[in-house]
């Protein structure tokens, strides 16, 4: 069973499985960099994967449907930025109660546009977004499936931990959200308006839960499902906070969150092994709680060691 | 500035008509207690705050400065005491942060590390722009915000308690980079009340008190004694009548107490002192000197690193919050909004928060209501909080109130030591007064052994008995009556200019 | 003094009703928009609830589950640590009162016993689960909110799997439970209304939870604890243990809840995900502010825009997808978290009031000079 092949298969079904992880994970990152905790990436994807496939089959072009995606993101992002800046509403109060909002709101609008009842939208025609496949590359076994052939968010998405992290290192803007971050009296005392920075964090995380949320429709499926995303905003959330907000470590702990997603699929789809279904479902979120578990206490542990003089603090 | 005057929200009048000015090549101080004025006559300079009445000129011209970035333009800088840097990224972002040099529409950091690299070598510092402020010492740091206000081109250069935070040789190596400052066209405002350090780099120096300008004199013509007697006095004289303290066993007992901050900064460095029954004793000192630290541990708030500290013959190490009052304390909170009320709830829960759950309280399972509404009005009477019954939030009442509920509950608890840490802090006179009063009335009558922690000299040298004085950590001087000891003794004292040995001090502490 | 505490008091109310109103009115601004009769729409909306003696029934029954979620919510807004486990206790609580029934069944115990035993069991239900996301917060410092949600999809699969395996009715063709022994199915009351019985238990434990948060030491202690924890830890509170038993507690009344729809509503159990109420409780407690005593009052007026939506739901009344009254909900629920919210009206006013009053002791002064 662990062939070469398998094995090639099964880690490029782990990239895919990541890749709305890591747009999430981006999305938090964003955000955390400049001293906000936005938990309503989940909801923020929700929206995009609804609006991808209609605005898709609507126009006809599947990119059109992309960007249509990521533009609700932006202004779902400024409702959310909105009311806790300007209204100061409680940051988690707010994304939870945008949360309902975009899952009810979602099946609200499936329902209206296409007449039906069902919770898929499959009644419109598919939209897939194009996958990349490298001539050359794809002939290499195990790194083969693994390096091409994803569908071109993905690509996108390894791009965008890139571009990120050169964002946030790099550009005056970047570097910007940083100091409102990490000490927003230093900001405020050289005339960044914190304020300011923080709704173009905001912007800047919709943009890229928008690429989640529109993967997950347009680009894995090519519909959109009643509460298709199922937490993964919240696991990129995680993850992100495992990697403590930097880009690269986000991705790979969303890489392995995905993996974990493999897992359990793969040994759904093993007939010989008979695991009940929803044990396996729970793989996920199991695996979430443990992994912040872990990091958690390990986190604690070396605090109390600096505490007590053992390490010194950095 | 001329005739400032600046009153704040609460009606506190923190500047009241000063008139003061810098010169060209000069190192002026600016000196005065916790509380005379100076930082807030710098932030009306800078821009962070505005005054009521009161004019500024620089070079000649008026100006009206309405915001930091306005200071900056105008050529005037600061550097706070807390550092406001970002400890994660390079000296050079962190100095070129706003004025960022950029190419192709990106960050520069090579230009930023050339820029910052320039201002440090015109001015003689030694930094490297590529460091992470995070890996700097506390020296480097404050040369990194040196150099923030430098590069934007800061020709006043305000520097708010610079040396609270450096040893001695960085100490040194600022005082050079100072003199260089000056020489090549900065005038440097230097607020201390580190007398020695004044007097050795500035030339002139401003004295504040109590919110008025003292006068400017050239250093030459002062010594620090004649420094110190003009900075600390009392306008008003408050005496309060009272009898000699019975003095019974002792209630507080610290043995050699060391606690260390997570810096590694000893801030109570070796401290051994008792309080006995009956007798209220002081500490004085410039604040941040370790008395917060003292009541901290007192009060089961934080812990100590090592050392003894026994109340009522029991040891209080490790003990909690809950433990430390039933064993005897009652505790009066610097920051009342913060760990002296609750601000949404009623003046009713307030007050009996420390013991509702005591028996007398209770009716079985529930609250006895209405012993809990009985004993709230006893106390609204005899204190005479102004509300609107016990039901009102607290924080709709004004400091002196909050601050009556505050003792309502914490003199009413039984306890038999009192921890009072600024009790009069920022309330009206005749609440001050009745507080002081009761607190006399209660050591006298009912034997309490209090700690009084105050910055409010008057407050100190009249309300205790026995005083101490601490300084960088340690206790600098005793006196067995502290209403005989006079100013300028106890000014000396609390800035260093004079240190007691352990043998004098052993008898009376 | 006087004055501005009522004018703060009644600006508040003002304030909840002024945000109740703009999310009703968005309610009927929606429906205009979408439905093809929209008067007809809006009229069924307003007052399809109240048609008939059945749907006045169906309203108190809906509220029935709100009013104990919002109860449960209620403990862990208290203090301030957002637990949102509610969710997967409903739905595991349901399904152990239906696996505890069968299993018993055969003993044919009296309906009291039945009863007695089965809150128990949701009880303890709850207080475990609720006790996971509370204890990793504790000593862990993971955000209670990712790991109470996390566990909800954990509880949820997990739940169905029981149902699945342990409970399913192989004669049945949908996924369901057998029937559960009348002994613990609620009856009726009030006739036509046909209110089930678990109305009784919302509202004893409405009174209950009143109680605790009013006038016992407990419940005094919860408060202060939320109202500023700096200032209970110095006042010799116990910060941690006090969050952490509140967290139990809402645990323990969202085990009720869902054990008391169940048996209110369901003769089989078959619900196959969780069902939403965690989240319903904490719009209600949101609305309540955090006061038990005003959960009642939010859950009905919860219920009646939820049956007013889903009667539009059918096809004779306009076929509005029902799902858009969660857009309001959310709605809702910003507009009143949102503190700033009026709270320039709200000073203005109180302004206003001061300056009068000064000038009246002016004018009095003057008058008396």
């Not at chain 2, 722009?129 to 081109?153: C, F, H, N, P, T």
């Not at chain 2, 606690?259 to 500490?283: A, L, M, T, Y």
């Not at chain 2, 209501?369 to 009102?392: L, T």
């Not at chain 3, 203090?79 to 069944?105: R, T």
Request: glycine fraction near 8%.
């Amino acid at each position: 069973m662990f062939t070469a092949s398998w094995i090639g298969q099964f880690l490029a079904t782990g990239i895919r499985l990541a890749t709305p992880l890591v747009f999430a994970a981006l999305a938090a990152a964003v955000t955390v960099k400049a001293g906000m905790f936005n938990m309503g990436v989940e909801g923020m994807m929700l929206c995009a994967a609804l609006a991808a496939p209609i605005v898709a089959a609507q126009t006809g072009s599947v990119w059109i449907g992309l960007l249509a995606g990521v533009l609700t993101r932006l202004l779902t992002a400024l409702v959310i930025s909105f009311s806790s800046l300007t209204g100061k509403t409680d940051l988690y109060l707010t994304c939870i109660a945008f949360n309902l909002m975009a899952t009810g709101g979602t099946v609200f609008l499936m329902i209206l546009l296409t007449g039906s009842q069902s919770d898929t939208l499959n009644a419109l025609k598919i939209y897939m977004l194009p996958t990349l496949n490298i001539p050359l590359i794809e002939k290499i076994p195990i790194l083969g499936p693994i390096l091409s052939g994803h569908d071109i968010l993905t690509y996108v998405a390894v791009l965008s931990v890139i571009l990120v992290s050169f964002f946030f290192k790099r550009t005056r803007l970047g570097l910007r959200l940083r100091s409102v971050g990490e000490n927003p009296q230093a900001a405020e005392a050289v005339g960044i308006s914190s304020i300011k920075m923080r709704y173009i964090a905001f912007i800047l995380s919709g943009l890229l839960s928008g690429l989640g949320g529109a993967f997950m429709s347009i680009g894995n499926v090519g519909y959109f499902m009643k509460n298709m995303v199922g937490g993964r905003g919240y696991i990129g959330l995680s993850a992100m906070n495992m990697a403590n907000a930097d880009a690269a470590g986000a991705s790979l702990a969303s890489l392995f969150f995905g993996l974990c997603e493999d897992i359990s699929l793969t040994l759904k789809s093993n007939k010989t092994l008979n695991f009940p279904t929803q044990f396996l479902d729970m793989v996920p979120y199991a695996a979430t709680i443990l992994s912040i578990m872990v990091i958690n206490f390990i986190r604690i542990a070396h605090q109390r060691k600096i505490e007590k003089g053992e390490v010194a603090a950095k | 500035m001329e005739n400032i005057t600046k009153i704040y929200s609460n009606g506190f009048v923190a500047n009241k008509g000063i008139t003061f000015g810098v010169g060209e090549n000069e190192i002026h101080a600016l000196v005065g207690e916790n509380g005379a004025g100076k930082t807030t006559l710098m932030k009306i300079l800078f821009g962070m705050e505005n005054c009521q009445e009161g004019k500024i000129y620089i070079n000649g011209k008026e100006e009206k400065i309405t915001s930091p970035l306005d200071a900056i333009d105008k050529g005037v800088g600061m550097v706070h005491q807390h550092f406001m840097l970002l400890p994660s990224l390079s000296v050079a972002e962190n100095v070129t942060l706003g004025v960022e040099p950029m190419k192709h529409g990106l960050f520069d950091f090579e230009a930023a590390v050339k820029a910052t690299q320039e201002i440090a070598d015109k001015y003689k510092f030694k930094v490297d722009a590529r460091a992470k402020v995070r890996d700097l010492s506390v020296g480097q740091m404050q040369k990194v915000e040196i150099l923030k206000a430098l590069i934007k081109g800061a020709k006043i250069l305000i520097l708010d308690e610079p040396t609270a935070v450096l040893t001695p040789q960085e100490t040194e190596e600022l005082f050079e980079q100072l003199f260089l400052l000056r020489d090549t066209g900065v005038s440097v405002i230097f607020i201390s009340h580190k007398l020695e350090e004044v007097m050795h780099i500035c030339s002139k120096i401003t004295v504040l008190r109590h919110g008025y300008c003292m006068g400017t004199y050239d250093a030459k013509d002062l010594t620090e004694a004649s420094l110190s007697k003009m900075m600390v006095g009392r306008d008003v004289v408050l005496k309060i009548e009272k009898e000699d303290p019975k003095v019974g066993k002792p209630i507080v007992e610290i043995k050699d107490l060391v606690k260390i901050d997570p810096s590694g900064k000893h801030v109570i460095d070796g401290v051994s002192f008792s309080i006995h029954e009956g007798e209220v004793v002081g500490i004085a000192g410039v604040e941040g000197n370790g008395q917060d630290e003292v009541s901290d541990v007192l009060c089961g708030m934080g812990g100590f690193a090592s050392g003894e500290v026994k109340l009522n013959d029991k040891s209080i190490k490790g003990k909690s919050v809950r433990a430390i009052r039933d064993m005897g304390l009652a505790y009066i909170a610097e920051d009342r909004m913060v760990y002296g009320v609750a601000g949404e709830m009623s003046i009713k829960m307030n007050i009996v928060a420390d013991r509702f759950d005591k028996k007398e309280f209770k009716n079985g399972l529930f609250l006895n209501q209405a012993h809990v509404n009985e004993v709230v009005d006893k106390y609204i009477k005899e204190f005479e909080i102004a509300c609107d019954g016990r039901d009102q939030p607290v924080r709709m009442l004004s400091g002196g109130n909050i601050q009556k509920v505050v003792v309502a509950r914490e003199f009413t608890s039984g306890a038999n030591f009192i921890l009072a840490n600024q009790p009069t802090r920022g309330i009206d006179v005749g609440t001050a007064e009745m507080i002081r009063k009761t607190i006399v009335r209660k050591s006298r009558n009912d034997g309490t052994a209090t700690l009084l922690i105050s910055a409010d000299l008057n407050e100190v040298l009249e309300c205790s008995d026995r005083l101490l004085v601490m300084r960088k950590g340690k206790i600098v001087a005793a006196f067995p009556k502290a209403n005989e000891v006079s100013e300028e003794t106890l000014g000396e004292y609390m800035l260093g200019v004079k240190e007691m040995t352990m043998e004098e001090m052993e008898a009376l502490l | 003094m006087n004055k501005t505490q009522k004018i703060e008091t009644g600006m508040e109310l003002v304030r909840i009703l002024i945000c109740l109103l703009i999310a009703y009115a968005a309610a009927l601004v929606i429906l205009f928009l979408i439905a093809d009769d929209p008067w007809f729409v809006i009229k069924t909306f307003i007052t399809g609830p109240f048609s008939s003696p059945r749907r006045i029934g169906s309203v108190i029954n809906q509220s029935i589950p709100f009013i104990l979620c919002g109860l449960s919510m209620c403990f862990v807004y208290a203090v301030n640590k957002f637990n949102l486990a509610a969710e997967g206790i409903f739905m595991m609580s349901g399904c152990m009162v239906a696996l505890v029934g069968l299993s018993l069944a055969d003993y044919n115990l009296p309906s009291i016993v039945m009863m007695i035993i089965v809150y128990a069991v949701a009880i303890v239900t709850g207080i475990v689960l609720d006790y996971i996301p509370a204890i990793l917060d504790r000593k862990f410092n993971a955000n209670v909110v990712v790991v109470s949600l996390m566990l909800n999809s954990i509880v949820g699969f997990f739940a169905y799997w029981v149902l699945q395996n342990k409970l399913a009715d192989p004669k049945k063709s949908s996924v369901e439970s057998r029937t559960i022994p009348a002994s613990i199915q609620m009856p009726d009351l009030f006739g036509k209304l046909k209110v089930p019985a678990g109305l009784i238990i919302a509202l004893v434990c409405t009174v209950i939870v009143s109680i605790v948060f009013y006038r016992t030491s407990f419940g005094w202690k919860m408060r202060i604890v939320g109202s500023n924890p700096r200032f209970a830890k110095a006042t010799g509170l116990n910060v941690l243990s006090i969050s952490f038993a509140a967290q139990l507690a809402g645990g323990a009344l969202a085990g009720i809840a869902g054990a008391t729809e169940f048996m209110d509503n369901y003769k089989t159990f078959k619900w196959t995900t969780t069902t939403g109420h965690g989240f319903d409780g904490l719009l209600v407690a949101v609305l309540a502010k955090k006061n038990p005593r005003l959960v009642p009052i939010g859950a009905l007026f919860l219920a009646y825009i939820r049956i007013g939506a889903e009667y539009l739901n059918s096809k004779s009344n306009g076929a509005v997808p029902k799902e858009f009254i969660t857009v309001i909900q959310g709605i809702i629920i910003l507009l009143i978290a949102a503190e700033s919210f009026l709270s320039g009206t709200k000073n203005k006013i109180i302004f206003k009031e001061a300056q009068k009053r000064l000038d009246a002791e002016k004018a009095k002064n003057t008058a008396a000079a």
